[in-house]
């Protein structure tokens, strides 16, 4: 009897698939838990399936354009949609609009004294179309764009808040080849950065305008390292330097979520909280009251609650302040590893600053379930009341849905190739 050459190998081999597979199914198991029900509306932005970015409406499992053009066009993070739904902010090919949504008319923002639109680009500035964000009344627009922060109301009408600052300096070059020689001047200049303007009431806006090495020289650092106060209800717009940095990442009923930035010392700089809170990437929830120089320098205590245990800018976290309650509720996940399912949950009774609230929940996202972790801050709750569900755009391209009371995930399928951003969520 001939025996097969080939079976012996072959043992060996299903042998080895049997130990990696063994191997593999190691790891922990997505979590078996009923996906929510996607009611109501949501509003994403991100890449089509043509390549032009695109702005949907979606609701009932169907998906309706509301905007498009090229990605360089239209660039996404610019989009905004008010309050009551009716209108969407937008930068396309360099002009701020307002789009009336029932007629489909976009108005083009204008100043008075411009002719013609007014343009979110100028020469010398950092090259983006950051943000647009709606005063809690939706009567105006914020627009954080490269020449900087302007307001507008429904028709586009409006005006600059605040410029980009900008350094100027003479710098001096000498001849390497002859030390002894004279050096020459020239005159140099850099912008600073802004970061995305956030209402703190109907009236008020609040900023950071960072100094930023722009220029690839000694000496280049652009003035400003700034947390900016805008009021906007008066003859000109009244702005308010704090000389400290804290990055204003959302608000709710006079309550202001902000990011410590390290760069600032925190012996000589101003803080609306005591130093000894004011550690890296420690969030802060702070009354709007505190954001001005004399409350917090003859008061530090009007400051809110230290969230540095809700860790809410961890990677693979996400936050949103719910909608009607002003409850900030933040996950984060329990660990780095991608196959970790246990996040912290944490609530916060944003009007009174109490001690958070926390619990360890389950949820079905991340690696080997349908649904991915978070990949950007752009989170949406559902404003229908008692939900407790939040959309966002997964690290995927997906959109996600989580309800955070029992920790199911579901996917939202639209015509999108890649979602870059959940705009907004309403109740319709």
């Given amino acids: 009897m001939i025996r097969p050459l080939r079976s012996i190998p072959a043992a060996a081999a299903a042998a080895a698939t049997l130990l990696m597979l063994s191997a593999c199914s190691s790891g922990p198991k997505p979590p078996d838990i009923a996906a929510p029900a996607v009611t109501g509306t949501l509003y994403v932005a991100g890449t089509a399936k043509d390549g032009t ?46 789009k009336d949504l029932s007629t489909g008319q976009a108005h083009p923002a204008h100043t008075p004294g411009s002719v013609g639109e007014e343009r979110a680009t100028d020469v010398g500035m950092p090259d983006d179309s950051r943000c647009s964000t709606w005063s809690p009344d939706g009567r105006h627009v914020a627009f954080t764009v490269e020449r900087g922060v302007f ?21 001096g070059q000498r001849d390497l080849r002859d030390l002894a020689s004279a050096p020459t001047y ?18 008020r806006l609040a900023f950071d305008r960072l100094g930023q ?30 000389l400290a940095r804290w990055t204003a990442s959302g608000v709710c009923r006079g309550r202001v979520l902000l990011d410590f930035h390290p760069e600032q010392s925190v012996s000589v700089t101003p803080s609306p909280v005591p130093n000894a809170a004011r550690r890296t990437g420690v969030p802060l929830l702070v009354n709007a009251g505190a954001l001005n120089y004399r409350a917090y320098s003859d ?31 933040g996950a984060v996940p329990k660990s780095p590893d991608t196959g970790t399912y246990d996040y912290l949950v944490t609530t916060l009774d944003a009007g009174t600053g109490a001690s958070p609230e926390q619990r360890t929940l389950t949820l079905a996202v991340g690696k080997g379930s349908p649904l991915s972790r978070p990949d950007s801050g752009y989170v949406v709750a559902n404003p229908r009341p008692g939900a407790q569900t939040v959309a ?33 969520w309403r109740d319709e």
Avoid at 186 to 203: E, F, G, K, L
Avoid at 398 to 423: I, M
Wanted: charged letters at 20%.
């Fill in 53 to 98: 970015a695109a702005v949907w409406q979606v609701s009932h499992g169907s998906a309706h354009r509301l905007l498009g053009d090229s990605p360089a066009a239209l660039p996404v993070t610019s989009v905004s949609l008010s309050p009551d739904g009716r209108r969407l902010a937008y930068v396309s090919r360099g002009i701020m609009y307002v």
């Fill in 151 to 171: 307001v507008y109301d429904a028709s586009g009408a409006g005006r600059q808040v605040s410029g980009r600052p900008v350094s100027q300096w003479r710098e």
């Fill in 186 to 203: 020239h005159d140099a200049s850099a912008a600073s950065d802004i970061t995305c303007a956030r209402w703190i009431d109907d009236t």
């Fill in 392 to 424: 966002y755009p997964a690290a995927d391209g997906e959109v996600g849905v989580v309800d955070l009371a029992t920790g199911g995930a579901a996917v939202v399928k639209g015509p999108w190739k890649t979602a870059t951003a959940t705009v907004a």
């Fill in 213 to 242: 090495n722009h220029a690839d020289t000694i000496g280049s650092a652009a003035e400003a390292d700034t947390t900016t106060i805008a009021r906007i209800d008066t003859k000109q717009p009244e702005l308010t330097n704090l």
């Fill in 299 to 329: 008061n530090p205590r009007t400051a809110g609650a230290d969230l540095s245990a809700a860790r809410l800018f961890d990677t693979g976290a996400f936050w949103t302040f719910t909608p009607g309650t002003c409850r900030l509720v």
